[in-house]
């Protein structure tokens, strides 16, 4: 199993470009969660997925938004870059509401 | 309000030595807690889980404890080795809530030789 799979490993984006962000699991989890790191603030909630075909807001949902492809697949969509956004981002998946966590290995974005 | 507190913020101690890394909490409902390990450019790992029955768990080098009544866990390494490095982070599980995870900002520990 891979776990957590996420891509791009870095990225580097202009102010008012887009991208999107992969993440993908194997391991037939329910849920899914992408968050962002940032130094001093810990890991914050941006949009999470209790299940296929469910989306709901976290934390800091402005300036993003989501798509639960399918059981697999949650990607995470920057419409146009701010320099706010510069950050680390790590998708989570879990099996079940008292199971661990399991994080992908994350996506430095830097927005210029 | 749902909070998690860390400390401290950062540490540095001798290789060998031994630390302990405090969270506090004020989530209610109270459902668990874990530690987690995250190394540097590496996504957070589980290193043990505490559910509100239990006072203290060990893996391996690791012990975590848990005092419900007062909301506080620690995490208690012992014979520190250079790997282990890393942001320790603390999460607390709600009871109650579709979004019930509350994270810590972590403990970012460095072990020198």
């Known amino acids: 199993n891979a776990g957590v799979t996420q891509t791009p490993k870095f990225q580097v984006l202009k102010t008012g470009q887009s991208m999107t962000l992969q993440c993908a699991q194997d391991?037939?989890?329910?849920?899914m969660y992408w968050y962002r790191q940032d130094p001093g603030m810990g890991l914050r909630l941006i949009y999470y997925?209790?299940?296929?075909?469910?989306?709901d807001k976290g934390e800091v949902p402005n300036g993003y938004n989501v798509s639960r492809l399918n059981k697999r697949e949650f990607s995470l969509r920057l419409e146009s870059a701010a320099p706010s956004q510069t950050s680390v981002y790590f998708c989570a998946s879990i099996a079940g509401i008292a199971y661990e966590q399991y994080f992908g290995p994350g996506t430095r974005l830097t927005v210029t | 309000k749902n909070q998690v507190e860390q400390s401290p913020q950062s540490l540095i101690i001798l290789e060998g030595k031994n630390c302990t890394l405090q969270c506090n909490y004020t989530v209610s409902p109270f459902s668990n807690l874990r530690w987690y390990k995250q190394d540097t450019g590496r996504g957070p790992v589980s290193l043990t889980i505490?559910?509100?029955?239990?006072n203290t768990k060990s893996n391996g080098r690791y012990t975590a404890t848990l005092d419900a009544d007062t909301k506080q866990s620690s995490l208690h390494i012992t014979a520190s080795q250079l790997s282990d490095s890393a942001s320790y982070i603390c999460?607390?599980?709600?009871?109650?809530?579709?979004?019930?995870?509350?994270f810590g900002t972590g403990t970012r520990l460095t072990v020198i030789p």
């Open positions: 997925s209790a299940s296929e075909g469910t989306t």
């Open positions: 391991m037939n989890h329910n849920s």
């Open positions: 505490m559910t509100f029955s239990e």
């Open positions: 999460v607390v599980r709600s009871l109650t809530g579709a979004n019930n995870l509350f």
